[in-house]
């Protein structure tokens, strides 16, 4: 596997709105460090939130996770579609529709790339509450390398009162370390 040197920060979102919603996160987030490719920094709150796009669904749980790696893009998001399937994702179906978990690559530091499968920062992260939030509950000052605002500006300006984001009652606790 190529790898970027040093190991670089990134932030993935996750989310779940089949079966056990928060535990196919944590499973998700479980798998994500298991074996050493990524080691997890940072864990925001876990929130319940409205679908976007295609409303015709249950509610998701989401988070946002900082993790550190030295995969490549291309192949960390190899290892998150691996992820995926292995928790029971189908490939193909409806576009924003149901998902037993979903890992999106949101940013790489401040790299900018975009390739056909994959584009960083991931390119509607500044108009969902559901990835922003959970960002900002991480560190609201890191910076969209495009837009060169930080992600609680962002999520300031943000103007749609159709993205419900409510956070669970019970959080789990996790720390760099995993589950505690």
């Known amino acids: 596997m190529a790898a970027l040197s040093p190991a670089h920060t990134v932030l993935i979102s996750v989310g779940s709105n089949l079966g ?3 535990d196919n996160c944590l ?19 876990f929130y319940r939130t409205s679908p976007v796009d295609y409303t015709d669904q249950d509610w998701f749980v989401n988070a946002a ?3 550190t790696t030295d995969l490549a893009p291309p192949e960390l998001l190899r290892h998150l579609l691996a992820i995926q399937q292995q928790m029971g ?17 949101l940013l790489v530091g401040d790299r900018v790339m975009r ?3 994959l584009e960083i ?14 960002i900002c509950d991480i560190d609201p000052a890191v910076i969209h390398p495009v837009l060169g605002r930080s992600v609680a500006d962002l999520l300031n300006a943000l103007d749609d009162a159709d993205q419900q984001i409510v956070p669970l009652t019970d ?3 996790l720390t760099k370390g995993g589950l505690s």
């Open 65 to 67: 996770v900082k993790i």
């Open 115 to 117: 390739s056909p499968d």
């Open 89 to 105: 994702r189908k490939s193909g179906g409806i576009r924003f529709g149901p998902r037993v978990l979903d890992l999106d690559i």
């Open 121 to 134: 920062p991931h390119p509607r992260m500044h108009k969902r509450a559901f990835v922003l939030q959970p």
């Open 27 to 45: 499973q998700g987030i479980a798998a994500l460090t298991k074996g050493g490719l990524a080691r997890l920094e940072g864990v925001s709150r």
């Open 171 to 173: 959080q789990p606790m």
């Open 20 to 22: 056990d919603k928060l």
